[in-house]
């Protein structure tokens, strides 16, 4: 699967070399900053209502879980720049679920930690799509794509939260599931254009993940409460924005969504803690060491 790589888009990264479409991938950085921990201007640290600590946690649940899952193909990623591009991505997954998390957590007096580490399966809050297994390389792009198109119109609408932290946290967010919406768009347009076997995996990877896509946009009267405050965005009204960018692609890909007897829509019900069998395992893998060591520190 190696060859011409993806384009850099312009404008992607402004403070990157300009051949350099991965950005920085360093882990030095540990401290959130203030106005991401929930930090006011005068000092005080923001506390999340019960209901904005349980929107936050949604959101944090999907970046996390999805992080996780791009880990997983550090060293098995079909080229060298992709471990890179891949894990790059799954840092910047894993700083949204820290900055969620740990205004979420102000809430219950729990730490991001205490929310990554410590809760069960039926506690999680993430949509189905991001607890999807990764497949193979065409599936991961397809859920990529789904991922990083609805992440990018949430974004763009929170940096007008009437929320100051989740404006925050949105800010920055948002420039970076652009990158990861780019990505996730030329791997589809190289795959779909390319040889007749990556071209049938793409195919595929679209009718299997598709089903999960509507869950991203569901209302309930969590957000129905939160959007009549301005704080946060009915997802229902994300849709056309989101259907768009997809058209565009597939139009491109010369792709089409699901038809027929390939299209079903999945039940859902990860914002409510009803998970499919694949989020246990993930779970378990990514919380054995904080489990079996309680209190450490290195």
Do not use: C
């Not at 040889?195 to 957000?223: G, H, K, N």
């Amino acid at each position: 699967m190696s060859g011409v790589r993806p384009e850099p888009v312009e404008g992607l990264r402004p403070t990157q070399p300009a051949d350099d479409i991965h950005g920085d991938v360093s882990v030095d950085r540990l401290a959130l900053a203030d106005e991401l921990a929930g930090t006011a201007a005068d000092g005080s640290t923001a506390v999340a209502s019960a209901d904005v600590a349980e929107y936050a946690l949604r959101l944090g649940d999907d970046a996390l879980v999805l992080a996780q899952q791009l880990g997983m193909w550090i060293a098995r990623a079909p080229e060298l720049e992709e471990d890179v591009a891949l894990g790059n991505i799954a840092l910047d997954l894993i700083g949204h679920a820290r900055s969620l998390m740990h205004y979420a957590g102000t809430a219950s007096g729990r730490s991001e930690d205490d929310l990554a580490y410590w809760r069960d399966e039926p506690e999680f809050r993430n949509a189905w799509l991001f607890e999807q297994p990764n497949g193979d390389f065409a599936h991961t792009i397809a859920r990529q794509l789904a991922a990083s198109a609805y992440l990018f119109e949430l974004y763009s609408w929170l940096v007008d939260s009437t929320d100051p932290t989740l404006a925050a946290i949105a800010a920055k967010s948002v420039k970076e599931v652009d990158y990861h919406r780019d990505h996730a768009t030329q791997w589809v347009l190289r795959l779909a254009g390319g040889t007749e076997e990556s071209r049938r995996r793409m195919l595929l990877a679209i009718i299997d993940t598709w089903p999960y896509v509507d869950e991203l946009f569901d209302d309930d009267e969590l957000v129905e409460r939160l959007a009549a405050a301005g704080i946060a965005v009915l997802p229902s009204t994300l849709r056309p924005a989101f259907d768009a960018v997809i058209d565009e692609v597939f139009t491109e890909a010369v792709l089409e969504r699901p038809t027929g007897r390939t299209a079903f829509i999945a039940s859902g019900g990860g914002r409510h803690g009803s998970h499919t069998e694949h989020l246990g395992p993930l779970l378990a893998e990514m919380q054995v060491l904080a489990r079996a060591h309680p209190g450490a520190s290195w």
